[in-house]
Structures are given as C-alpha cells and as structure tokens.
C-alpha cells in the first residue's frame, strides 16, 4: 500500500527545530493512528528511533520499562538505562525518543518535567490517549507548562483523498486561489471520492483496508471491530457503574443526530434520563475523543466562550465511517447520487463538516438558534477576531433563510456568511457556497472573501 501522508507530520517537524524544544505528547482517541504517525515521522527526520511501549501488560501490571523511570528522576540516567534496555545508542541529534502509551506509566508523565528542565537536548515524543492524558492531568500528576501538546484526528478528506491515490485532486484543491466555479470534470470526481469518504471515514486501518481493494466486507469488519473495542474501553476504564450509562450515550449518538433539532436530548439516552445522571458519561465520552460536544451560543462576540450555554448542546462522533456502523448502515447509503447524504437528514454531512472546520480553527465551533421565529444556524466559528455562521446541506436544494436572519439580526457581526453544500464554489455577495469536498479548506477560502 502507499504510505498515508499525515498532515501533522509537517507540524512535527517545524517541533523538531524549534530552539526551546520540550518533549511533545501527541494524543488522540485510540487507533487514530497516533504510534505510527511517531514512527512516520522518527523514519523520515532522525537517523534512529529508541522506541518504548509503556502499555501495562495487563490491568494492574506495569510494562518492564516503566521500573526506568520510578527508579530516578535524572533523565540523562533514564536515558543511559533505556539505551542499555533497549541495546541501542540514543543520540541527543539523532535519535527520536518514543514512549508509547505513556498513559500507563505516571512516573513516565512526571519524567517529562525533568526532560524539559534538564535534558531539553533529546527529542522526547509521547503517544496517549485522550482519556489517559485527561486522567492524569485531573489527578495533578501531569508537568503543566513542560510538554508541547499535538492532537491528532482521524484522517481528513484531504488525507484521504492522498491515501486512495488522488493526491492530483487533493492538491488542486490545496491550490485553489479564487473564488470561482471549479471545472465540472473536478466537480465529479471529487463528490464521487468524497461519497467513497463518508461511507469509509478516516480510522487509518478502514481506509488502508479500502484503499487496498479489500472491499467493503473488509471495511466494514474493521470499523465494527473498532466498535467492539470501544466498548470494551467502556468497560475497562469506565468502571463498572460507568459502562452502562457511557454505553447508552455512545449507542444514542445516531438517534440524537437524526433529528431535525439535533440538540442533544438525555430522554433519547434512556426514556427518563436526566442529565445530572448522564453528564459524567458524555463527559467521559468527549475525554476519550469519540465525541464532539457543540454548544449552543447566545450571539456573535468574540471570544465565543463569553455567551455560551452549556446546558444546550449537540453530540457529534468522532467518525464518519464509525457513525455509519454505529447506526447500522451499509456502505450502499452513500451509494447512488440522487440519494448522496439523504440518510440521517444531513445528519453525516454536518458531522463531516464539524471535523473539516475543527482541523482548521483554534477554538471550538459553537451553533447559534432563535426560538421566535424558529431559526438554526449550524455553526458559528471564530477566525481572528470575526464570527462566521456557517450553514451545511447536504444536498444541491439549499435554502439559507436561517443564515439571512441571522445576518439581519446581527448585520455588524456579519460580514460575510458561509454555506458548506453540493453547489459549485460561489460567491454570491456576502454569502460564500463552498462544496463540501472543500471543507477542508472552507477557512482559506473564507478568508480570500474577507472585506479588507
């Protein structure tokens, strides 16, 4: 198979030079891909990688690296003892140090403090789940202000586009410097890749497993084993009382999502549900990295955070491709054109949308509602220091009423809207319709649009 080409690798390397480097925690949801992206990356920048995993060998059984790091705070010991254990030199130039799972292993995660203050020479890179990061950062046992944090996503329509051998679709699209019609032969392409996307997602092994011709059995039967081992992290680091009720949520995520108001509702979890029981779930849930919590906001100020209400949210997952599965469909959904993303009333096309614009902003989208007259506008997204609305369809019949209220409603704050659909790319005065095969670059494109 082709190598797939992360887009955070990029990122570490601008890490690699920097002249006050600290040890870098790279973390996500688990099987995103986060160890091979390490080994990607120690592969193409360093002559060699000293690579340890600290997974305990079982619950309650610490790896056999971990005694390296409860035995000293010294990290030029730790060092020496790890290039004994593991029979290789490591070079503070040349090698690239990794600690897999470092979750597993709190005095790994106190280490890192001592790697900043007193060996800021080696190239320390970490791998951790979401969860076991948040743990440990709740505990007081995380060296705040010591480590360099990276998140990573599972695999963007640009990624995916590469991975499957379109990388000359991939890069017209990354070239795009005006806003205008894209030829119709482009056009077709790219909304045909981008059905092949929302059926598979971006979990690494689906797209590996479908871009190697396996076929949607194959693909299917990972993103369902992905599943099962979800569940059982619900088990295993839930607790007893906790697997039920994260369990329920994570199965509800379709229903709450096919409703035309996807605002979350705690009664779609369990007839009868209140939120201060299933709160610590959803809470759980986003820790993990598998769900999107979207809440709603009062108006367009910046900072968004200023009119939050937290208490009205929208769950997202963390995958297409694992939405699909979670909700029982088959990869034919996506299938035919005239039915392309009329499953779930857009449901698939907004979830798409929100990891697109999540991989391009620095602070979380937020979605906005007016209760008389009844209006929605999708999400609201902060950029520097303008709001933009946001609207996604999922089709080529587009109606903004919500989007024009909006912008009557708050004129001053909008000065440009954003409609992410099936129509070519267009500006029709302050309303800019990107494709949604161009979510991925829906922040540039806004920006070449801006009013100076």
């Known amino acids: 198979m ?3 080409q992360r887009d955070i690798i990029d990122d570490l390397r601008s890490w690699k030079v920097l002249p006050h480097r600290k040890p870098l925690m790279l973390k996500g949801a688990r099987q995103v891909g986060k160890t091979w992206v390490l080994r990607e990356f120690g592969a193409q920048c360093y002559e060699n990688v000293a690579y340890v995993s600290l997974e305990q060998i079982a619950p309650g059984i610490p790896s056999e690296y971990a005694e390296l790091f409860e035995q000293t705070h010294d990290p030029h010991r730790i060092v020496r003892n790890l290039s004994l254990a593991l029979g290789e030199t490591i070079d503070p130039d040349r090698t690239l140090i990794i600690l897999d799972e470092i979750q597993d292993c709190p005095a790994a995660i106190g280490a890192l403090k001592y790697f900043a203050e007193e060996a800021p020479e080696y190239h320390v890179s970490c791998a951790g789940s979401l969860l076991g990061v948040a743990l440990a950062r709740n505990e007081g046992s995380f060296p705040v202000g010591k480590v360099t944090f990276r998140e990573l996503a599972p695999l963007s329509f640009s990624e995916f586009l590469r991975a499957v051998g379109a990388t000359g679709l991939d890069t017209f699209c990354a070239e795009l410097d005006e806003v205008g019609p894209l030829p119709e032969v482009f056009c077709s392409q790219l909304e045909e890749q981008l059905r092949a996307y929302f059926a598979v997602g971006g979990m690494p092994e689906a797209v590996r497993a479908y871009a190697e011709g396996e076929g949607w059995a194959s693909v299917d039967r990972v993103l369902s084993d992905l599943l099962d081992s979800y569940e059982r992290d619900f088990a295993k680091h839930g607790g ?18 096919a409703r035309e108001n996807r605002k979350f509702l705690w009664g779609l979890v369990r007839e009868g549900a209140r939120a201060r029981e299933y709160e610590d779930a959803v809470t759980w849930l986003e820790n993990a990295g598998l769900l999107r919590r979207v809440v709603r906001s009062a108006g367009p100020c910046v900072p968004l955070s200023l009119h939050d209400a937290p208490s009205s949210f929208k769950a ?9 599965r979670l909700a029982g469909l088959g990869p034919e959904a996506f299938g035919r054109k005239d039915q392309l993303f009329s499953q779930f009333k857009g449901a698939f096309a907004e979830n798409y949308a929100l990891s697109a614009l999540m991989g391009q902003l620095e602070v979380a989208p937020r979605y906005w509602t007016s209760e008389k007259p009844r209006h929605e506008v999708d999400f609201l997204v902060q950029d520097g220091g303008a709001v933009l609305p946001v609207e996604v369809k999922s089709g080529a019949v587009v109606k903004s009423a919500s989007l024009r209220y ?14 992410l659909s099936l129509h070519n790319l267009s500006q029709d005065e302050e309303l800019l319709n990107v494709p949604l095969y161009l979510a991925d670059h829906a ?10």
Do not use: E, N
């Open 443 to 452: 922040m540039r494109l806004a920006r070449l649009c801006a009013p100076a």
């Open 240 to 257: 007893s009382a906790m697997y039920a009720k994260i369990s329920q949520v994570w199965r509800s995520l379709p229903a709450q999502l």
């Open 2 to 4: 082709r190598t797939m």
């Open 316 to 324: 997202y997952c963390l995958d297409g491709g694992l939405l699909r």
């Open 406 to 419: 909006y912008a009557r409603k708050y004129p001053d704050a909008t000065p440009l809207r954003m409609r």
